[in-house]
C-alpha cells in the first residue's frame, strides 16, 4: 500500500482545515488507519485511528472534540478535519495504514510522506 497526504498548509489560529490520505495498491477497506503528527523536535505522536470499516474512531486527548477523522472506502481516501485549529498543532501530518486502530505508532505498516501544517498566532 502506497500512502499520499496532501491537504496542508499555512492558517491562523481558530481556522479549519482539512487534510487528506489516499491509499493506492491493496485493499484499503481492509486496513485500519491512523493520523500521527510530528512537531519541530519532538517525537511522532498519535492523534486519531479509524478502523477498517470506519464504525470506530480514536483521538488523542488533546485533539478531542477539535478533529474528526473519516473515512471514504471507496475514494481509498481517509480524511482528518480539524477545527479550532491552535499553534501547538502545528507539525507535518502523517497517515499510516495497519491491522488495528490503534494509537501504537509500532502497529502501522505502511506509512505517507507527510503533509505540513502550519498555525500562525
Known amino acids: 500500500v502506497q500512502l499520499q497526504a496532501s491537504g496542508g498548509g499555512l492558517v491562523q489560529a481558530g481556522d479549519s482545515l482539512r487534510v487528506s490520505c489516499k491509499a493506492y495498491?491493496?485493499?484499503?477497506?481492509?486496513?485500519?488507519m491512523g493520523w500521527f503528527r510530528q512537531a519541530p523536535g519532538k517525537e511522532r505522536a498519535f492523534v486519531a485511528a479509524i478502523s477498517s470499516s470506519g464504525s470506530s474512531t480514536e483521538y488523542a486527548d488533546s485533539v478531542k472534540g477539535r478533529f474528526t477523522i473519516s473515512r471514504d472506502n471507496a475514494q481509498n481516501t481517509i480524511y482528518l478535519q480539524m477545527n479550532s485549529l491552535k499553534p501547538e498543532d502545528t507539525a507535518v501530518y502523517y497517515c499510516?495504514?495497519?491491522?488495528?486502530?490503534?494509537?501504537?505508532?509500532?502497529?502501522?505498516?505502511?506509512w505517507g510522506q507527510g503533509t505540513e501544517v502550519t498555525v500562525s498566532s
Open positions: 499510516a495504514a495497519g491491522p488495528l486502530p490503534t494509537f501504537l505508532y509500532g502497529s502501522y505498516y505502511y
Open positions: 495498491g491493496s485493499t484499503f477497506s481492509a486496513y485500519a
